[in-house]
């Protein structure tokens, strides 16, 4: 996850809010991989099943590009 673009996927992930309370996560990154810290468990779920998808669009982009 080193090469990718982690300002992009902290946006994405802090932009949401649960449906549920209305909080916002957080995206930690650390020195091998990320954390997120959400409100509740089900919320952050549905962030990590989202920064998967994020993280799979991302590298789709880097392959192209080399």
């Not at 809010?17 to 909080?23: A, G, I, L, M, R």
């Not at 509740?40 to 549905?46: G, L, W, Y």
Request: with cysteine.
């Amino acid at each position: 996850m080193s090469d990718l673009d982690n300002s992009l996927i902290k946006r994405k992930i802090e932009s949401q809010k649960c449906s549920k309370h209305n909080e916002k996560p957080q995206f930690i990154k650390t020195q091998k991989e990320f954390e997120i810290k959400a409100c509740c468990e089900d919320f952050r779920t549905i962030l990590f099943k989202k920064s998967k998808s994020i993280i799979a669009e991302e590298t789709k982009k880097m392959m192209k590009n080399i």
